[in-house]
């Protein structure tokens, strides 16, 4: 199995290209290329040998549809939320809230950072519990 920057199981994503989007899904989540149905969507999954059903669907859009605003919303976790930002920031894709600790009654709950793929679809990075 592809070690990721993170792991995460079954959504949809749009993007506005298949290529691109195979490139930066695949380094952020570990997931790898399995094929493409239609020329519409491509499927990311866990080789196919893997025990695990991980796994996340591209859908190709329209090059002038806003995909930041399709409600698609990822969360991933991890160990080290600064590390992993600036590993995503390295591969395309962008920071919109800096990695903060996340506090509940004054608690601190979980470490995390909003981010952005190259197609403008947020996501969040935690880390949780701290």
């Known amino acids: 199995m592809a070690s990721g920057i993170a792991k995460l199981w079954k959504p949809v994503v749009d ?8 490139r930066f899904w695949s380094a952020v989540s570990g997931l790898t290329p399995q094929g493409r149905h239609g020329g519409e969507f491509s499927v990311l999954a866990d080789d196919v040998e893997s025990s695990t059903d991980s796994w996340m669907l591209l859908q190709l859009v329209p090059e002038d549809q806003d995909c930041g605003s399709s409600g698609t919303h990822l969360d991933f976790r991890l160990d ?3 590390l992993a930002a600036q590993q995503i920031e390295a591969i395309g894709g962008a920071v ?3 990695p903060a600790i996340y506090t509940a ?7 995390w950072a909003i981010m952005q793929d190259p197609f403008g679809n947020k996501f969040c990075i935690i880390r949780y519990p701290l």
């Open 80 to 82: 080290d939320v600064t």
């Open 96 to 98: 919109l809230k800096p």
């Open 15 to 22: 993007v506005t290209d298949l290529d691109e989007g195979e």
């Open 105 to 111: 009654d004054e608690m601190p709950m979980l470490e």
